[in-house]
């Protein structure tokens, strides 16, 4: 194995768990998130030696990825549906996060509610708020305008306060 391959393969041990995680944000599914990976990991390998350093392979296989999800938007859409609600309990134990079992039941609802945003919403609330971008950046990433991604950030957002409203309890509780 030459130096340009060990690079590739040190690449992948490293960061493929990293794009795992960004992956699953984006399409709120673990296996559509692999799915998503490999394709950048793929692709990624195809453009390795036209990559003029290995330490921009991670922002390229990013690039990737948030390419392929725009360009799976625009296919036709499949109905998905998620079996049964679940309760959140008691409203007066909502600030109690100690508690594991009320922990999860906060989980379930949050990520119930990211996979209740469109898959454009969700991609720049991963892109602005997991990942940390600029709105530019999201932009850019993403092949849209910056107002596009104002726009989606405030939908992403108001359907969450929508569908969550014990967001903001959570997030007060969190930063205590």
Same mark, same amino acid.
């Not at 409203?165 to 205590?176: G, N």
């Given at each position: 194995m030459d130096a340009r391959e060990a690079d590739y393969a040190h690449f992948v041990r490293t960061r493929t768990h990293a794009l795992l995680r960004s992956a699953y944000l984006l399409t709120g599914d673990q296996h559509l998130a692999e799915d998503l990976v490999q394709e950048a990991l793929a692709r990624t390998h195809r453009a390795w030696l036209r990559l003029e350093r290995p330490e921009h392979a991670e922002a390229y296989a990013r690039k990737v990825m948030y390419h392929a999800q725009v360009s799976l938007w625009r296919r036709p859409k499949v109905a998905e549906v998620l079996p049964g609600e679940i309760e959140s309990g008691d409203a007066g134990d909502a600030g109690s996060t100690e508690d594991v079992a009320e922990a999860t039941v906060q989980r379930v609802a949050l990520r119930r509610a990211l996979l209740a945003l469109t898959a454009k919403q969700r991609a720049v609330i991963v892109l602005r708020y997991f990942e940390d971008h600029t709105e530019a950046e999201a932009a850019q990433l993403l092949g849209v305008s910056v107002s596009t991604i104002k726009t989606q950030t405030a939908r992403a957002l108001d359907r969450l306060r929508t569908l969550v409203?014990? #967001?903001?309890? #959570?997030?007060?509780? @969190? @930063?205590?």
């Open positions: 409203p014990d #967001l903001r309890v #959570l997030t007060s509780e @969190q @930063q205590r």
